[in-house]
C-alpha cells in the first residue's frame, strides 16, 4: 500500500474520530436545529405564515407605547384628523395642556407645527425621556396627518404621496428567482460567506495543529526514516481537505434538511432556491481555496517549533480570508461593483468572496472562471513552495521563527 | 559486505561544521558503538545515514548501495529525541508505524501482540500513549524499532528511562537481534554498556572521528604502560623498572620505566618469593578513554 495512502488514512481517521471534532460537527447543525424549532414555535403561537417571525427573531420591533401622542397646530394647516388616525393623535390648543397631559399619562409625547411648517417643514418632538435610536417610532401617524392636510383631506393621494412607488422587482436572468424582498434573502448570502470562511479556515488550520502537535510529540524524525517528507505533505493536505469537505457536507446537508423541514414552517416559495450552478462553484472554490491556505499553514506548520510560535504568523496568513468579512455588506448589497469584481477576483480574497457574490447576484461566468483560474495558480505556486519548506531540516529544526522569515521562505529566498 | 558503509562525510549547518570527514563501517551481526560527548555530530551523522539529509560531501553505502524506499523497511530507529501519537492508543500507534515500515496491517498486529505481551504492555494496550509512563513508552518505542525486523538497527540511548530489569531486557534483545545477523548501531553515554555489548566502536568528538576500531584495540592504544598487582604481602619500596607505586584499597599499580617488559617484573616478584595473587597490564576503562580523548581533543583545539 502506498506510504501517502497510509498518512491518508491515518491523518483522516484521526481527525474525525477526535472528540472536539465529533462534537463540533454535530453541536453546530444542533443549535441551528434548536433555533429552528424556537423560532418555528414562536411563528406557530403567533399564527403567522411568513418569514417575518425570522425577521423579528433577528431584528425585533421596537416596543412602542400604546398611548396616544398629541399635536399643537401653530401653522393652521390641520383641518382634521384622519379617520386611520384618531386613536394615535389627540389635538391641544397649547403646550401648556398637551405637558400637563404627558405628565398625568393620558399621552406619551406631543408634536409642535411649527407656524412656518409650509417653509421649513419642521415639527418639534417633545417626549419625557431622551432616546436617539429608538425615538420617532410613531411618526407614520403625524406624516399621514400631514399629508393629509397638504392634500386638502384627500386621504387616498395622501397615501400616494407617502408612499409613492411600489416597486416589483423581476429578474432578467435565466436562474431561479429569489424574492427581494425576502428576509431570507438577505440572509442566504451571509450563511454562504461564513460557512465558506469557517469550512476553509478550520480545516487549514486543522493542517497546522496536526503538524506542529507531530512536532511537538517529536514524530517527524521517525516518520522520516518511514515516509518522505512530499508523502507526508500530500498525505495530510488531501486527508484534511477530505475532512473539511465531510464538515462541508453535513453542515450543508442538514442545514438543507432544516430548509425542507422549515418549508412547511415557513411558506418559503422560492426563496431559497438557489442556482444548481452554486454548489459546483462551491466544491470548487472549496478545493482551490483549502490548497492555498492549507499550504500556507503547512508551510508556517514546517517552520514553527510549537503551535504558540505560530500565532503572529498565522495571524498575518488568515488576513486576507478575514477582508472579505469586513466589506461583507459591500459584497452583498453591491455585488457587482469595482471592490466587489476586485475582492471576488483576488486569489487570496476570492474564494469566500466569490462565493458571497454568487449567492447575492447573477455573476458573469468570465468571472467565476477567471477567479478559479487565477486560486488555482496561486494554490499551485503555495503548494510547490509549501513542499520546499517540508523539509528535514525545517522540520527537525526548534528555531523560532517571525513573519519575515517566513514569507522569505515562501518565496524561497 | 559491510552493511553501513560511511566514506568522508562532511555537513555544515551554516557556519557550524556539524560533521567533518566522518568515516566508518558497520558489518552484519555486530553491535557498534557510536559514541562521543553532547554535540559532536552523532545525531547528523545518523541522520546522514538514515538519508533525512544529505551530506555536503562523502557518500553513505546502506547494504551495499543507495538509500531506497525498499532499504528504508529494513531499517528500525529509535531517535534521542522519541516520541509517539500521544492521543490516540497504544496498539493503534504502533500498527500505523509498522505498517509506515511496510508491514501488512493483518501481520503487524500479530507480531504487535507478541512483543505487547513480551515487553508486558499487553494490559496497557487500549491505553492511549499518554496515560502510559515513561518506561512504559520507551518500550513502546523499542517495539516500532524491532517489529519489522529489520537487517539494521540504529538505537540511540536505549537505556535510558529503563530499571535495571528492563535495561537486562533490552541488552538481552540486542544481543538477540546479534544473533540473528542484524547490524546494531548504538549510541550512547553509559560506557559501561557499549563495554558489555559493543564489538567494535568509534568516537566522534568535535565532528571528527578520533577513534576507531574494536573494543580490544582502543583499550590496548589507550594501555599506559603500567600493571595493576595484588600480593599477599606488602611490596618493596623500590622495584627495578618501576617508576612508581601507586596503592590502592584493592591494590598496586605499578607504573614503568619505559620500555621496560611486564615479564621481567614479574620475574624479579618471583625471585624475591612474593606471592602474587593479580598480575594483569593495566588497561583504560572507556570511560577514562572517552574523558582523557574529548579533554585532548578539546585542549588542541
Given at each position: 500500500m502506498s506510504k501517502t495512502w497510509l498518512v491518508l488514512k491515518n491523518e483522516f481517521l484521526s481527525a474525525v474520530l477526535r472528540r472536539s471534532f465529533l462534537l463540533t460537527l454535530v453541536l453546530l447543525p444542533l443549535m441551528s436545529f434548536i433555533i429552528l424549532l424556537v423560532v418555528s414555535g414562536i411563528q406557530k403561537s403567533s399564527g403567522d405564515a411568513n418569514t417575518d417571525a425570522l425577521t423579528d427573531f433577528f431584528s425585533p420591533k421596537v416596543e412602542s407605547s400604546n398611548l396616544p401622542e398629541g399635536f399643537i397646530d401653530l401653522?393652521?394647516?390641520?383641518?382634521e384628523i384622519p379617520q386611520a388616525s384618531q386613536e394615535k393623535l389627540v389635538r391641544f390648543d397649547n403646550e401648556d395642556t398637551a405637558k400637563k397631559a404627558v405628565e398625568a399619562g393620558t399621552i406619551s409625547a406631543y408634536y409642535v407645527i411649527e407656524k412656518d411648517f409650509l417653509a421649513e417643514g419642521t415639527i418639534l418632538y417633545m417626549r419625557p425621556d431622551y432616546n436617539p435610536l429608538g425615538g420617532?417610532?410613531?411618526t407614520g401617524a403625524i406624516e399621514t396627518l400631514m399629508a393629509n392636510a397638504l392634500t386638502d383631506g384627500d386621504i387616498e393621494l395622501a397615501y400616494r404621496v407617502q408612499d409613492p412607488l411600489n416597486v416589483k422587482e423581476v429578474s432578467l436572468a435565466a436562474t431561479p428567482q429569489r424574492s427581494s424582498s425576502n428576509m431570507l434573502t438577505f440572509f442566504l448570502p451571509y450563511i454562504v460567506t461564513f460557512l465558506f470562511y469557517i469550512v476553509i479556515l478550520t480545516s487549514s488550520s486543522l493542517l497546522l495543529n496536526n503538524i506542529s502537535t507531530e512536532k511537538q510529540n517529536r514524530m517527524m524524525e521517525i516518520l522520516m526514516t518511514s515516509v518522505t517528507p512530499r508523502q507526508m505533505l500530500t498525505g495530510k493536505i488531501i486527508a484534511l481537505g477530505f475532512v473539511g469537505l465531510l464538515q462541508t457536507i453535513v453542515w450543508s446537508g442538514s442545514g438543507y434538511l432544516m430548509l425542507l423541514f422549515s418549508g412547511q414552517q415557513f411558506a418559503?416559495?422560492?426563496?431559497?432556491?438557489?442556482?444548481?450552478?452554486i454548489l459546483i462553484w462551491g466544491i470548487i472554490y472549496f478545493i482551490l481555496g483549502y490548497a492555498v491556505y492549507a499550504s500556507l499553514m503547512a508551510g508556517v506548520g514546517a517552520l514553527v517549533p510549537n503551535l504558540r510560535e505560530a500565532g503572529q504568523t498565522t495571524t498575518v496568513v488568515i488576513l486576507p480570508l478575514i477582508i472579505p468579512l469586513v466589506f461583507i455588506s459591500s459584497l452583498i448589497q453591491?455585488?457587482?461593483s469595482p471592490l466587489s469584481v476586485v475582492l471576488s477576483l483576488f486569489?487570496?480574497?476570492a474564494p469566500v468572496s466569490m462565493m458571497t457574490r454568487l449567492a447575492a447576484t447573477t455573476v458573469p461566468f468570465w468571472q467565476t472562471a477567471l477567479a478559479a483560474v487565477l486560486i488555482g495558480l496561486t494554490a499551485l505556486f503555495l503548494v510547490q513552495s509549501a513542499a520546499k519548506m517540508f523539509r528535514a531540516q525545517n522540520l527537525l529544526s526548534g528555531q523560532s521563527i517571525n513573519t519575515k522569515t517566513f514569507f522569505s521562505a515562501l518565496f524561497g529566498k | 559486505m559491510s552493511t553501513i558503509n560511511v566514506e568522508q562525510i562532511s555537513k555544515s549547518f551554516g557556519a557550524q561544521?556539524?560533521?567533518?570527514n566522518v568515516s566508518f563501517d558497520v558489518e552484519p551481526g555486530e553491535i557498534f558503538g557510536l559514541l562521543g560527548p553532547n554535540g559532536a555530530g552523532k545525531t547528523t551523522s545518523i541522520r546522514i545515514i538514515l538519508d533525512i539529509f544529505k551530506p555536503d560531501t562523502g557518500k553513505v553505502s546502506i547494504l551495499g548501495g543507495q538509500m531506497t524506499e525498499e532499504k528504508k523497511n529494513k531499517i528500525g530507529y529509535l531517535p534521542e529525541e522519541r516520541g509517539l501519537y500521544?492521543?490516540?492508543s497504544l496498539d493503534r500507534c504502533l500498527i500505523y508505524l509498522a505498517t509506515l515500515k511496510g508491514m501488512d496491517e493483518h501481520e503487524a498486529q500479530k507480531r504487535i501482540s507478541e512483543y505487547l505481551e513480551k515487553f508486558d504492555l499487553a494490559a496497557s494496550k487500549?491505553?492511549?500513549?499518554?496515560?502510559?509512563s515513561k518506561g512504559m513508552q520507551q518500550k513502546a518505542q523499542l517495539i516500532t524499532t524491532l517489529v519489522h525486523k529489520p537487517e539494521i538497527v540504529i538505537i540511540d540511548e536505549?537505556?535510558?528511562?529503563?530499571?535495571p530489569v528492563n535495561t537486562q531486557m533490552v541488552k538481552d534483545i540486542l544481543q538477540e537481534e546479534r544473533a540473528r545477523g542484524t547490524s546494531i548501531v548504538m549510541c550512547t553515554h553509559q560506557m559501561h554498556q557499549v563495554e558489555a555489548l559493543a564489538d567494535r566502536i568509534a568516537l566522534i568528538s568535535q565532528g571528527k572521528t578520533v577513534l576507531y576500531g574494536t573494543l580490544a584495540n582502543v583499550r590496548q592504544q589507550f594501555a599506559k604502560e603500567a600493571l595493576i598487582v595484588r600480593t599477599s604481602s606488602a611490596l618493596p619500596a623500590e622495584l627495578p623498572g618501576v617508576s612508581e607505586i601507586e596503592k590502592t584499597n584493592s591494590h598496586n599499580i605499578l607504573h614503568l620505566v619505559e620500555?621496560?617488559?611486564?615479564q621481567d617484573i614479574l620475574r624479579e616478584l618471583l625471585t624475591r618469593n612474593i606471592v602474587v595473587e593479580q598480575f594483569e597490564i593495566a588497561l583504560p576503562t572507556l570511560d577514562e578513554i572517552f574523558i582523557e580523548v574529548v579533554k585532548n581533543k578539546g585542549v588542541s583545539e
Amino acid at each position: 500500500m502506498s506510504k501517502t495512502w497510509l498518512v491518508l488514512k491515518n491523518e483522516f481517521l484521526s481527525a474525525v474520530l477526535r472528540r472536539s471534532f465529533l462534537l463540533t460537527l454535530v453541536l453546530l447543525p444542533l443549535m441551528s436545529f434548536i433555533i429552528l424549532l424556537v423560532v418555528s414555535g414562536i411563528q406557530k403561537s403567533s399564527g403567522d405564515a411568513n418569514t417575518d417571525a425570522l425577521t423579528d427573531f433577528f431584528s425585533p420591533k421596537v416596543e412602542s407605547s400604546n398611548l396616544p401622542e398629541g399635536f399643537i397646530d401653530l401653522s393652521g394647516l390641520v383641518k382634521e384628523i384622519p379617520q386611520a388616525s384618531q386613536e394615535k393623535l389627540v389635538r391641544f390648543d397649547n403646550e401648556d395642556t398637551a405637558k400637563k397631559a404627558v405628565e398625568a399619562g393620558t399621552i406619551s409625547a406631543y408634536y409642535v407645527i411649527e407656524k412656518d411648517f409650509l417653509a421649513e417643514g419642521t415639527i418639534l418632538y417633545m417626549r419625557p425621556d431622551y432616546n436617539p435610536l429608538g425615538g420617532m417610532e410613531n411618526t407614520g401617524a403625524i406624516e399621514t396627518l400631514m399629508a393629509n392636510a397638504l392634500t386638502d383631506g384627500d386621504i387616498e393621494l395622501a397615501y400616494r404621496v407617502q408612499d409613492p412607488l411600489n416597486v416589483k422587482e423581476v429578474s432578467l436572468a435565466a436562474t431561479p428567482q429569489r424574492s427581494s424582498s425576502n428576509m431570507l434573502t438577505f440572509f442566504l448570502p451571509y450563511i454562504v460567506t461564513f460557512l465558506f470562511y469557517i469550512v476553509i479556515l478550520t480545516s487549514s488550520s486543522l493542517l497546522l495543529n496536526n503538524i506542529s502537535t507531530e512536532k511537538q510529540n517529536r514524530m517527524m524524525e521517525i516518520l522520516m526514516t518511514s515516509v518522505t517528507p512530499r508523502q507526508m505533505l500530500t498525505g495530510k493536505i488531501i486527508a484534511l481537505g477530505f475532512v473539511g469537505l465531510l464538515q462541508t457536507i453535513v453542515w450543508s446537508g442538514s442545514g438543507y434538511l432544516m430548509l425542507l423541514f422549515s418549508g412547511q414552517q415557513f411558506a418559503l416559495g422560492d426563496a431559497f432556491k438557489l442556482p444548481p450552478s452554486i454548489l459546483i462553484w462551491g466544491i470548487i472554490y472549496f478545493i482551490l481555496g483549502y490548497a492555498v491556505y492549507a499550504s500556507l499553514m503547512a508551510g508556517v506548520g514546517a517552520l514553527v517549533p510549537n503551535l504558540r510560535e505560530a500565532g503572529q504568523t498565522t495571524t498575518v496568513v488568515i488576513l486576507p480570508l478575514i477582508i472579505p468579512l469586513v466589506f461583507i455588506s459591500s459584497l452583498i448589497q453591491a455585488p457587482n461593483s469595482p471592490l466587489s469584481v476586485v475582492l471576488s477576483l483576488f486569489p487570496l480574497t476570492a474564494p469566500v468572496s466569490m462565493m458571497t457574490r454568487l449567492a447575492a447576484t447573477t455573476v458573469p461566468f468570465w468571472q467565476t472562471a477567471l477567479a478559479a483560474v487565477l486560486i488555482g495558480l496561486t494554490a499551485l505556486f503555495l503548494v510547490q513552495s509549501a513542499a520546499k519548506m517540508f523539509r528535514a531540516q525545517n522540520l527537525l529544526s526548534g528555531q523560532s521563527i517571525n513573519t519575515k522569515t517566513f514569507f522569505s521562505a515562501l518565496f524561497g529566498k | 559486505m559491510s552493511t553501513i558503509n560511511v566514506e568522508q562525510i562532511s555537513k555544515s549547518f551554516g557556519a557550524q561544521k556539524a560533521v567533518d570527514n566522518v568515516s566508518f563501517d558497520v558489518e552484519p551481526g555486530e553491535i557498534f558503538g557510536l559514541l562521543g560527548p553532547n554535540g559532536a555530530g552523532k545525531t547528523t551523522s545518523i541522520r546522514i545515514i538514515l538519508d533525512i539529509f544529505k551530506p555536503d560531501t562523502g557518500k553513505v553505502s546502506i547494504l551495499g548501495g543507495q538509500m531506497t524506499e525498499e532499504k528504508k523497511n529494513k531499517i528500525g530507529y529509535l531517535p534521542e529525541e522519541r516520541g509517539l501519537y500521544q492521543d490516540i492508543s497504544l496498539d493503534r500507534c504502533l500498527i500505523y508505524l509498522a505498517t509506515l515500515k511496510g508491514m501488512d496491517e493483518h501481520e503487524a498486529q500479530k507480531r504487535i501482540s507478541e512483543y505487547l505481551e513480551k515487553f508486558d504492555l499487553a494490559a496497557s494496550k487500549k491505553k492511549k500513549v499518554k496515560e502510559l509512563s515513561k518506561g512504559m513508552q520507551q518500550k513502546a518505542q523499542l517495539i516500532t524499532t524491532l517489529v519489522h525486523k529489520p537487517e539494521i538497527v540504529i538505537i540511540d540511548e536505549p537505556f535510558s528511562a529503563l530499571d535495571p530489569v528492563n535495561t537486562q531486557m533490552v541488552k538481552d534483545i540486542l544481543q538477540e537481534e546479534r544473533a540473528r545477523g542484524t547490524s546494531i548501531v548504538m549510541c550512547t553515554h553509559q560506557m559501561h554498556q557499549v563495554e558489555a555489548l559493543a564489538d567494535r566502536i568509534a568516537l566522534i568528538s568535535q565532528g571528527k572521528t578520533v577513534l576507531y576500531g574494536t573494543l580490544a584495540n582502543v583499550r590496548q592504544q589507550f594501555a599506559k604502560e603500567a600493571l595493576i598487582v595484588r600480593t599477599s604481602s606488602a611490596l618493596p619500596a623500590e622495584l627495578p623498572g618501576v617508576s612508581e607505586i601507586e596503592k590502592t584499597n584493592s591494590h598496586n599499580i605499578l607504573h614503568l620505566v619505559e620500555g621496560q617488559k611486564p615479564q621481567d617484573i614479574l620475574r624479579e616478584l618471583l625471585t624475591r618469593n612474593i606471592v602474587v595473587e593479580q598480575f594483569e597490564i593495566a588497561l583504560p576503562t572507556l570511560d577514562e578513554i572517552f574523558i582523557e580523548v574529548v579533554k585532548n581533543k578539546g585542549v588542541s583545539e
